[in-house]
């Protein structure tokens, strides 16, 4: 599992989502890949949550295959990632600092390569 970081922020009343999806060995976009999208429903007073339709489909039209795991308590996110089987090509974190460092936390705590 490669780990890549996309960070977007969104503004109370401004939210707009973009990204770019691409292999670095041929420039293709990446089919058939998975993401597992751990995300915080109450980060950033709940902005992501109304995006999150838009989020998905902005991924599986890129070619990706989502698996997608609110958060439910503190530690949640760590547990998610530490746990995601080798089935996942690729883990997308949204909420705030304190989920991008539990999402990191369980990647690291997981012993798998990165």
């Given amino acids: 599992m490669g780990v890549e970081f996309f960070y977007q922020s969104f503004a109370e009343e401004n939210v707009s989502i973009s ?20 995300y915080n429903p109450k980060a950033g007073k709940g902005l992501f949550v109304q ?24 530690k949640d996110a760590v547990d998610i990632a530490r746990n995601a089987g080798g089935f996942i090509d690729m883990i997308v974190a949204a909420g705030g600092d304190g989920t991008l ?11 798998r390569d990165l």
């Fill in 51 to 74: 995006k999150l339709a838009d989020v998905i489909d902005m991924f599986v039209k890129a070619g990706y295959r989502v698996e997608v795991h609110p958060t439910q308590k503190r």
């Fill in 101 to 111: 460092d539990e999402v990191v936390t369980g990647i690291t705590m997981s012993g």
């Fill in 19 to 38: 990204a770019h999806f691409w292999s670095e060995a041929t420039g293709a976009v990446r089919m058939s890949q998975k993401i597992l999208l751990i």
